[in-house]
């Protein structure tokens, strides 16, 4: 059984990106608070179709879909 990895891979790379920027957190609870951020902005809101569009599930959150996505 082949494995594919490379969408596991692609989410590393970019909270990698991410973490670079910030040069490191002040506590566990901003690291968990990030990645729960980042998780939702990588199934929610990135791309032009996300994991959750993807996946059939219609949330109808709009053009904004962050600002939507807050409101919800």
Not at 32 to 44: K, S, T
Not at 60 to 68: D, F, K, P, T
Request: avoid cysteine.
């Amino acid at each position: 059984m082949k494995h594919n990895n490379n969408p596991i891979e692609r989410y590393n790379e970019d909270v990698k990106q991410r973490y670079k920027i910030i040069r490191g957190f002040k506590s566990f609870e901003l690291a968990n608070a990030f990645l729960d951020l980042r998780r939702i902005v990588y199934n929610f809101i990135r791309g032009d179709e996300t994991r959750v569009m993807k996946a059939g599930i219609a949330l109808g959150l709009g053009h904004n879909r962050l600002e939507s996505l807050i409101k919800f």
